[in-house]
């Protein structure tokens, strides 16, 4: 009688797991924007608060001047590479860091329609964007580094002139001058491993990428963005915006 007594005890328990499986799901499915949106922002309120106050941070911070630190002849080796565009455009970066990620959280929304998930995607993406840009920011104003091309932007008729310290005397462009001292470290960098590391994070969860079945496919579709992101890095070095180490630190 006992054994047939743990019989039915197990199998109501497995049809219970089951039954409460199957819920979770309809539970899920029922989880929109519609239903539960307002819900979760009001939850979360507080987060959104703080993602406002890092946004008037960061503007805080790019109004500050950087440090202007003391630039000698014998440097200006170094710091004379040719003035030119950029290959990956200021504009084109949130675009890709940012809105190319969000409408990959919205296309899984659209399939699972779990509110909840696209909420803590997009507050995480946001949080992962905002603290990098105002530590990246500051950092930039704090060690106010010239750029690799800063010769021409300090002197762009090629004639240098200098103090009784030898410190640089610049007569180009006041804001030119200004972006001239911002190399360290990479603002490009840090964004796109910002917002394309977390969308790889995001996709490897999604995709079930380290479920140890040996899916190449997956992989390469995690590590995807994470490659956008290192070629942005190194395309900072080819247009003479950033050294090497700028790059680095951005990474990191």
Sequence with gaps: MASWNS???????????????????????????????????RTHMHDWLILVLLVVIWVVILIIHPFYRFVGKDMMDDLRYPLQSNTVP???????????PMLIFIFVYIRRRDVYDLHHAVLGLL???????????SIKNAVGRPRPDFFWRCFPDGKDVYDKWGNV????????????HKSFPSGHTSWSFAGLGFL?????????????????????????????????????????????????????
């Design 7 to 41: 019989v039915f005890l197990s199998w109501l328990k497995n049809f219970s797991n089951i039954f409460k499986y199957k819920m979770d799901e309809v539970q899920l499915g029922s989880h929109t924007i519609r239903s539960h949106g307002f819900a979760i922002a």
């Design 90 to 100: 200021v504009w084109a970066v949130p675009m890709y860091a940012v809105l190319l």
């Design 127 to 137: 949080f992962s964007v905002l603290v990098t840009a105002v530590i990246t920011d």
């Design 169 to 180: 005397i610049c007569h180009g462009d006041k804001s030119v001058i200004r972006e001239g």
């Design 200 to 252: 790889s994070l995001y996709l490897s969860g999604k995709i079930k990428a380290f479920d140890r079945r040996g899916h190449v496919a997956k992989l390469c579709i995690v590590f995807l963005p994470l490659l956008v992101a290192s070629l942005v890095g190194i395309s900072r070095v080819d247009d003479y915006w950033h050294h090497w180490q700028d790059v680095f630190a951005g990474v990191s």
